[in-house]
């Protein structure tokens, strides 16, 4: 079978979120499960100069008006379309925003430019490649399921993966006549969304299965607080919606085997945590021998940021440290930096995006904390139980999905893998870290607890067995 992914981002060629391990991790998975599946990415600067030998494979001469081929090269045994529209895609700063962090203004056209190619894919632009199936992931492919019902390719069936509801691909009416599908597109069954025009939402509407990324948010997006406005549209499509939790790819996260670890190790050699703790401390400029508390993570509301800077303090006074390493939101930065400045040695911060630093965190802290108010799916808590660092999380999606809570129980029957809360206040998670800190008195159940994690399967394989089932029932159906 033969399946054709269709991101913005994928790893390790571009990344800003758990878009691009996802997009880059799936393709690996699939093989294994009879599924050939190439991905379509633009070709941003990052991409083009990281992809080395590539043979064009297409070439469209107008995409929008703009000259655009589809290049064919294999990464680190990804098989990749690149669309080279250097017009769209050739530009300075991050994948969506210019070097000062700006939405570019044409993000509608660059992603319906990405959309339209990757239809044109389903409907033969390739020969030799011709996709059964088309899975597209977030509002940026959004377009795909839409292009392809109108014209391009309708019979192939198409999954459309939601990773963040909340970001939806919302745009002014007045860009539908430049979107090159016919007028009945802008309506209610379609792209049309309060006046505006959606494009996650016309991909939900028209694709033949949504899916999102934990079974908990699949039934949270059915309510108000968690659908932002596009409950109504997943309550009528009901019988069409499953979630799938994420995996990691356990080959980039092995602690036993990552050349980014200061001294590799495993769950029998716990100890050995001991030096990458030893880097956190030096590179947070921390001094204590409390737990080390770490957040990797942008900084945002939806993160629950804005809860870890008021019990920031409450951390220091029960004698932990605390390592945050994140960008976002420039207020709740401000505030992180300055719970750092007063507690020097005791919180350390790291404003930015380092990938490297993130693995030394995750094996050298003995906690990580994920306040999110919604969490799709969550990797860094994947991450965190792989490498021995206990995750304290939200009661809300994945998170719940992928965290066993250290309740007396979960303890006694050695199960436990990290601590819960589900009133995400300042104080709810207050109350979750007393219980951390009880835990890490007792060192025999912490290590116990580390064990746990390190032992649970955050590995693709089932997840990507459940997306092959999915898969083959939509073939056997059509669309
Ligand atoms: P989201 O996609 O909502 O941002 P996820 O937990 O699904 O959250 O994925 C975030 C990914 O980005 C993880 O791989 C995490 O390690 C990484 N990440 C987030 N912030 C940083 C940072 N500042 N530096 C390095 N990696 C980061």
Redesign the pocket.
């Given at each position: 079978m033969k399946v054709l992914s269709v991101a913005s981002e994928l790893y390790p060629l571009i990344?800003?979120?758990?878009?691009?391990?996802v997009a880059g991790a799936l393709p690996l998975a699939m093989g294994q499960h009879g599924v050939e599946m190439r991905s379509l990415l633009p070709g941003y600067p990052a991409v083009m100069k990281k992809i080395g030998k590539t043979k064009k494979v297409a070439s469209i001469p107008s995409l929008f008006g703009v000259k655009a081929a589809v290049l064919f090269a294999v990464h680190e045994g990804l098989e990749l379309y690149v669309l080279d529209a250097p017009a769209f895609f050739q530009r300075d700063g991050g994948p969506y925003t210019d070097a000062l962090g700006r939405d570019h203004v044409d993000n509608w056209k660059r992603f319906a430019a990405l959309s339209l190619a990757a239809a044109e894919i389903a409907a033969g632009l390739i020969p030799s490649w011709k996709p059964d199936l088309v899975h597209a992931h977030d509002w940026q492919a959004g377009l795909v399921p839409v292009y392809m019902r109108f014209g391009r390719a309708p019979e192939t069936p198409s999954v459309m993966t939601v990773?963040?509801i909340a970001f939806q691909g919302q745009f002014s009416p007045v860009i539908f006549p430049e979107l090159a599908l016919p007028p009945e597109a802008f309506s209610m069954d379609c792209v049309e969304y309060y006046g505006d025009v959606g494009f996650l939402k016309g991909g939900l509407q028209v694709a033949s299965a949504i899916t999102t990324v934990s079974p908990t948010y699949a039934r949270e997006i059915f309510q108000p607080e968690f659908g932002m406005g596009l409950e109504g549209l997943v309550q009528a499509r009901a019988g069409h919606v499953s979630g799938i939790v994420?995996g990691i790819d356990t080959a980039v996260w092995n602690p036993a085997t990552d050349p980014l670890v200061a001294a590799p190790f495993s769950a029998k050699q716990l100890a050995r945590r001991g030096a990458s703790r030893q880097a956190v401390m030096r590179h947070f400029g921390l001094d204590g021998d409390g737990p080390i508390f770490c957040i990797?993570?942008?900084l945002t509301w939806?993160?629950g940021m804005d809860l870890l800077a008021e019990v920031a303090g409450d951390i220091v006074a029960q004698g932990g440290m605390l390592a945050v390493?994140?960008?976002g939101d420039r207020a709740l930065e401000g505030a992180l930096v300055q719970a750092a400045s007063h507690h020097k040695g005791r919180i350390g911060v790291h404003i930015?995006?380092?990938?490297p630093?993130?693995h030394t965190m995750q094996a050298g802290s003995d906690a990580i904390l994920i306040p999110s108010r919604f969490?799709?799916?969550?990797?860094?808590q994947l991450?965190a139980l792989r490498y021995g660092c206990i995750p304290v999380v939200a009661r809300t999606g994945g998170l719940a999905d992928t965290v066993i809570d250290a309740n007396a129980a979960a303890i006694a029957a050695g199960v436990a893998t990290g601590f819960q809360f589900s009133t995400i206040t300042a104080d709810g998670l207050r109350q979750a870290l007393a219980r951390v800190f009880e835990v890490w008195r007792d060192p025999e159940t912490w290590r116990q607890m580390q064990k746990n994690g390190m032992k649970s399967d955050v590995s693709w394989d089932k997840s990507a067995a459940a997306y092959a089932g999915l898969y083959t029932r939509l073939l056997s159906k059509g669309q």
């Amino acid at each position: 079978m033969k399946v054709l992914s269709v991101a913005s981002e994928l790893y390790p060629l571009i990344k800003t979120g758990g878009l691009a391990d996802v997009a880059g991790a799936l393709p690996l998975a699939m093989g294994q499960h009879g599924v050939e599946m190439r991905s379509l990415l633009p070709g941003y600067p990052a991409v083009m100069k990281k992809i080395g030998k590539t043979k064009k494979v297409a070439s469209i001469p107008s995409l929008f008006g703009v000259k655009a081929a589809v290049l064919f090269a294999v990464h680190e045994g990804l098989e990749l379309y690149v669309l080279d529209a250097p017009a769209f895609f050739q530009r300075d700063g991050g994948p969506y925003t210019d070097a000062l962090g700006r939405d570019h203004v044409d993000n509608w056209k660059r992603f319906a430019a990405l959309s339209l190619a990757a239809a044109e894919i389903a409907a033969g632009l390739i020969p030799s490649w011709k996709p059964d199936l088309v899975h597209a992931h977030d509002w940026q492919a959004g377009l795909v399921p839409v292009y392809m019902r109108f014209g391009r390719a309708p019979e192939t069936p198409s999954v459309m993966t939601v990773h963040n509801i909340a970001f939806q691909g919302q745009f002014s009416p007045v860009i539908f006549p430049e979107l090159a599908l016919p007028p009945e597109a802008f309506s209610m069954d379609c792209v049309e969304y309060y006046g505006d025009v959606g494009f996650l939402k016309g991909g939900l509407q028209v694709a033949s299965a949504i899916t999102t990324v934990s079974p908990t948010y699949a039934r949270e997006i059915f309510q108000p607080e968690f659908g932002m406005g596009l409950e109504g549209l997943v309550q009528a499509r009901a019988g069409h919606v499953s979630g799938i939790v994420n995996g990691i790819d356990t080959a980039v996260w092995n602690p036993a085997t990552d050349p980014l670890v200061a001294a590799p190790f495993s769950a029998k050699q716990l100890a050995r945590r001991g030096a990458s703790r030893q880097a956190v401390m030096r590179h947070f400029g921390l001094d204590g021998d409390g737990p080390i508390f770490c957040i990797i993570s942008r900084l945002t509301w939806q993160k629950g940021m804005d809860l870890l800077a008021e019990v920031a303090g409450d951390i220091v006074a029960q004698g932990g440290m605390l390592a945050v390493l994140g960008s976002g939101d420039r207020a709740l930065e401000g505030a992180l930096v300055q719970a750092a400045s007063h507690h020097k040695g005791r919180i350390g911060v790291h404003i930015g995006y380092d990938e490297p630093l993130s693995h030394t965190m995750q094996a050298g802290s003995d906690a990580i904390l994920i306040p999110s108010r919604f969490e799709p799916c969550g990797l860094t808590q994947l991450y965190a139980l792989r490498y021995g660092c206990i995750p304290v999380v939200a009661r809300t999606g994945g998170l719940a999905d992928t965290v066993i809570d250290a309740n007396a129980a979960a303890i006694a029957a050695g199960v436990a893998t990290g601590f819960q809360f589900s009133t995400i206040t300042a104080d709810g998670l207050r109350q979750a870290l007393a219980r951390v800190f009880e835990v890490w008195r007792d060192p025999e159940t912490w290590r116990q607890m580390q064990k746990n994690g390190m032992k649970s399967d955050v590995s693709w394989d089932k997840s990507a067995a459940a997306y092959a089932g999915l898969y083959t029932r939509l073939l056997s159906k059509g669309q």
